[in-house]
């Protein structure tokens, strides 16, 4: 009997200590994927809202339009680099971390956008740009001046080979060698982007303390996390050898990207910034494969909440990414899939069709047409927030903003398509013929055309001149005809996020492709529990065949594009929807 009783008495301690620790895991999961049910909603705030009238975007104009994006519905800011800047690449050179760019406001601003958007329940996320830092940025300004000070190390400095020429042969992002020689150091440094981006020397235990402690400073100010820029890049060989020759220069990313050290780094910030805060971070990684990103972003492996990948985005042709060729349809439903059947259970997804770096959506993959624009820029939210991770918006998109008509190479402001142009164009490796088509299609200066608001001059962005043309189709395209209109691209994402707020499956199911080889259809399911979801977008301009699956026959319909979803086993161009079951 005393056995029995002391037997039960620990299986009873054991049950509970059990149930204990269960508890306290699902509290702890609770408490961390707060950015899995979440939608963000990207700024790029020099072409957001401008409040002052000097025609440049700035954090009074954001404060100025919380109450939009909170109707919208979304959870989450991200913005693009609001730090100090000389703007060599629009704020993704930072010349002081811990201060505002003075076009954007004042610190006071910084701090009066933070309250006001946590007050009405909107996180923020800032960009931090650490694989590099502007020229200008003091660290850089006394690490030129010699090896003996001690910033002498803090950036990638090396002899010339013998003949004086550049240590290797590797190309920069934004074109040219990436080596520039620096006279006063009489040595050359790297820049893997623009010469005014010397890239960070990581290896050095200074340089990662700096990043961490500012890191900490803008988390104790009560930010609500990071997107993190180019940040597999911040780890290189410590050999440098020639890279295969990709146009008139080597690749350097055997060397630099997803580098000998990059994971035990991310380890590293995890442990000394990320792991003190309630935070979401996710990380720019171009390149990445289902497997490096459940290192990145593994449920277990202590770095990052999540990762970009760019697969579905990179079409590369015989001008590496300047073409302006569509991704097939099979193809994009192959990459998407494979990320959510890879990731399931191991990583999160992170949901994008568009950001400041890349074309208008609607543009890219429905049809910006105006007989078509509204039911595909629907059609492929639809598509993006029925998966399962976590969508991004990009300003805009919500309206089914396009991309913006160029007249001739003087309308570009950003440098990587001034830089282009010039390699590729001007050096007369390809006709102004032939190339143009194809920077047009692709220039991140399409998503970098300002906010349409309203239908008045400068649709409303500015009382100035905007720094940047306003799209001219902002008189139909704008966020006031929109809220005008219950049937516009707008409610159709409040929508969508309001579905997502409701019905776990979305956030959560288990994804299934169907269909796999229609060249016109992104048909898939997502399965949580005794739900499941059917997901039917059409890509085609025409009328399509489409046979509803007998499991879903009755379902209820979530949302749809058109009134009468799959009206007589057909499926109208772009068209749209959602069956619950
Ligand atoms: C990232 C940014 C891009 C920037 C580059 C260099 O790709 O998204 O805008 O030019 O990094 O910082
Ligand atoms: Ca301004």
Same mark, same amino acid.
């Given at each position: ?51 002052? $009238? ?28 609001? #730090?100090?800047?000389?703007? =060599? ?92 020689? =620096?006279?006063?150091?009489? @040595? ?9 981006? &010397?890239?960070?020397?990581? =290896? ?17 100010? $009560? ?36 580098? /000998? ?15 003190? !805060? ?66 399931? $259970? ?10 400041? =770096? ?29 998966? @399962?991770?976590? &969508? ?7 309206? $089914? ?48 055309? /300002? ?20 799209? /001219? ?6 966020? @006031? ?22 019905? /776990? ?5 288990? #994804? ?49 594009? !058109? ?9 109208? &161009? ?8």
């Amino acid at each position: 009997m005393e056995i029995e009783r002391e037997l039960y008495q620990a299986l009873t301690e054991i049950l509970m200590r059990a149930k204990d620790k269960f508890i306290e895991r699902k509290s702890e999961e609770m408490k961390t994927s707060w950015w899995k049910e979440a939608v963000v909603y990207q700024i790029y705030p020099r072409s957001f809202m401008d409040s002052n $009238g000097d025609g440049i975007g700035d954090l009074q104009g954001i404060i100025s339009r919380l109450d939009y994006l909170k109707k919208l519905g979304i959870d989450v800011i991200w913005m693009s680099p609001v #730090y100090q800047s000389p703007n =060599d690449d629009n704020g993704y050179d930072i010349s002081d971390y811990r201060a505002i760019m003075e076009e954007f406001g004042t610190m006071e601003d910084f701090d009066e956008l933070l309250d006001r958007a946590h007050e009405k329940g909107l996180k923020i996320v800032m960009d931090l740009v650490v694989n590099h830092t502007s020229d200008e940025h003091r660290w850089f300004v006394e690490s030129r001046k010699g090896k003996g000070n001690s910033y002498g190390d803090y950036y990638i400095w090396r002899d010339g080979k013998e003949d004086g020429s550049a240590p290797n042969n590797w190309g920069a992002c934004f074109g040219g060698s990436a080596w520039k020689f =620096d006279e006063e150091r009489g @040595q050359y440094y790297l820049h893997l982007f623009s010469e005014k981006q &010397p890239d960070l020397n990581w =290896d050095n235990p200074a340089v990662r303390r700096e990043v961490f402690d500012m890191m900490n400073w803008w988390c104790r100010k $009560g930010i609500d996390g990071f997107r993190m820029d180019v940040i597999s890049m911040i780890s290189k060989t410590k050999d440098m050898p020639d890279g295969k020759l990709k146009g008139l220069y080597g690749d350097y990313s055997p060397y630099c990207v997803h580098g /000998p050290k990059v994971h035990e780094y991310l380890q590293e910030m995890n442990r000394e910034v990320l792991s003190k !805060y309630d935070l979401m971070t996710v990380g720019e990684t171009a390149g990445v494969t289902p497997s490096q990103a459940c290192l990145y972003a593994g449920n277990d492996t202590h770095e990052l909440n999540m990762v970009f990948q760019f697969e579905h985005v990179d079409v590369h042709g015989k001008y590496g990414k300047w073409n302006s060729v569509r991704m097939p349809l099979t193809k994009l439903k192959e990459i998407l899939s494979r990320w959510q059947r890879e990731l399931a $259970g191991k990583a999160w997804n992170s949901l994008f069709w568009d950001n400041h =770096d890349q074309p208008r959506a609607v543009s890219r993959f429905g049809n910006d047409d105006p007989k078509w624009r509204v039911l595909s820029a629907k059609m492929l939210a639809t598509c993006l927030h029925m998966m @399962q991770g976590t &969508p991004y918006i990009y300003q805009g998109e919500e309206l $089914g903003m396009t991309n913006y008509p160029f007249h001739g190479p003087e309308d570009f402001h950003d440098i990587e398509s001034i830089h282009a142009y010039e390699e590729w164009c001007r050096s007369g490796i390809v006709s102004h013929e032939e190339f143009w088509p194809c920077i047009t299609k692709v220039s991140r200066d399409n998503a970098r055309t /300002p906010m349409q608001w309203d239908d008045s001059e400068q649709a409303g962005f500015t009382k100035g001149t905007p720094w940047m043309p306003v799209n /001219p189709n902002y008189r139909e395209i704008n966020a @006031q005809a929109a809220l005008k209109d219950p049937d516009s691209v707008f409610y159709y994402y409040q929508k969508l996020i309001s579905l997502r707020k409701r019905y /776990p499956v979305i956030v959560h199911g288990e #994804y299934k492709l169907l269909l796999a080889d229609s060249e016109e259809l992104f048909v898939y399911e997502r399965a949580l529990g005794n739900k499941k979801l059917l997901v039917v977008c059409s890509f085609a301009d025409k009328e399509t065949r489409f046979e509803m699956p007998e499991d879903f026959a009755g379902g209820e319909c979530l949302i749809s594009n !058109y009134p009468e979803p799959g009206k007589d086993g057909k499926l109208q &161009p772009y068209e749209a929807f959602v069956i619950l079951m």
